[in-house]
């Protein structure tokens, strides 16, 4: 069937059958820094930037696209709310680092997209042609400093818009972000389960940005189809080690400069790459050989964009007519700006409570979230496209909602009845990790997608796409329930096997590939907050920046 076929039948079955190597123990003393480091390149700050034009949430999600331009306050303002370091954070509650997290060495910076482990594998480029405000070359963002590094001076934007191809992808920009991911920032702690992961990390911030320009009537359209191998040449990525996963195309402001960038451009004979080396923290790096396998599959053929409507085979199926319906109400109002919103993200492990039962709306907000997230547009999926993510849920404690499990019909804007009863029990007899008590959450979202179809339809590069879909959901969720002032969490560590079973996936070929869980916490919270950057405050139904 291929890697990534096996890869994804692997990843389903983690919960019952470990991946190999099934006897790894990570060694914490020796992990990597959580961004990669160049001794000795330059460093210019980065503005953050005011925005009086900042949208709410809801705009952020599914308003209009817009035809403004980036600019360097811009930039830095996206870079900061998203992967930049807005606050420190220590709180009570379930999970396993609680007794180091108040060591400085160990300390917990909230960011305002989420990761996987909060690892940020993440490596963020800007490559800047003669149009732009700084000099031409190759930056990498330190979301510890909020600056960038020039790693290469030169304008390089030719190679950029040979790599993507189709010029209606980049409109003749010479502005790029290109995101890479060098493994052994996440395979340190989760070994072969580490491609899983990052793929989906690198939807969760692609979806911030998209929410955060959207907001502000700027638009973003992500390129996941490229010659990779040309870009990882570029920045001098050795493929066993870093993949190059996204090309962000950038519409700049009109800065005035005659050297405009132009498609005719020649590109240079002799391509350029960036020569200064990063620096490794660990003493010793382990390469593993399944992340290899998938990675590898995943980069052949990476220049050769699907065909449009290729991917019509694997879209979700529709929920069925008929059944036990529940009428969900109108989504709980969400006023808050994009960018509050990142900041006040967070995770609630462990400090769910069923006590308070959640507001219907509450949940209708965060489906619609999901469904947005999944939305994610692409170079292989425009604006429009047919889902390919279902949505299920398992209701705990919903005003208005019995108990029971059930398909969202997004359509309708209802619940379709699958199982009546608590789900509470089955919900914490398969998830096999200490830090979320799962009957507490109000409800628990699942989405699935039939993966094996997504690769029989457009090739092994596909998993990123399916991966990517389900971490901007997870994103979007957690922004509309920050915003809504609903508590919220996301796992992994659950059987899907087990899931898919409940759920009567087994003949539709759905994975269940996350679980989202929302509701309420526990009142009074032992909770320590410093903001490195003061979020926007309130005043008068304004927010004063």
Known sequence: MGDTHDYATAVMRRGRVAMEPADFV??????PRKEKYYPGAEQFPLPDGGFPDDAAVARGLSGPHGDASFSLPLLGGMLRDSYGLVGRRLAVQANTDLGT????????WSRGTASGGGLYPVAVHWVSGAAGPMTPGVYHYSPSHHAVRRLLTGDVSGQVRAAVGDPGLHRDTDQFLVLSVKFWQNAFKYNSFAYHVVTMDVGALLQTWRMWAQARGLRLDPVLWFDEPQLGGLLSAREDEEGVF???????????????????RPLPTRPSAVRRAEQE???????FETVRQVHSATVRDAAVRPAPGALRPAVAPAVPPGGTRQLLPTAAPMPMSVRRALRTR????????GDRPLPAGHLTAALLAAVAGTGLTTDVTPAGSPPLASFYVFVNHVQGVAQGTYAYD???GELRLLKTGSPGAFLQAHYFLDNYNLEQAAAVIVPAVRTHAVLDAVGDRGYRLVSAGIG?????VYTAAAACGTACGVALGFDSVAFADELGLTGTGELPLLLMLVGNERGRPADFHYDLVPAPQVRGGQEDR
């Not at 108040?102 to 917990?108: E, G, H, I, L």
């Not at 519409?251 to 498609?263: I, L, V």
């Not at 923290?281 to 390469?287: D, K, P, Q």
Request: aromatic content about 8%; proline content about 9%; cysteine-free.
């Open 101 to 108: 997290l108040p060591m400085y060495t160990q300390a917990n």
């Open 246 to 264: 996204a090309v962000v195309p950038l519409r700049w402001e009109d800065t005035g400069n005659p050297a405009a960038p132009g498609a005719a």
């Open 281 to 287: 923290r660990s003493r010793r790096v382990i390469a």
């Open 472 to 476: 901007a959901a997870a994103q979007a």
């Open 410 to 412: 997004h359509d309708a």
């Open 346 to 353: 967070r995770s609630s492990f462990g400090r769910f409570t």
């Open 26 to 31: 990570p060694d914490w003393a020796d992990r």
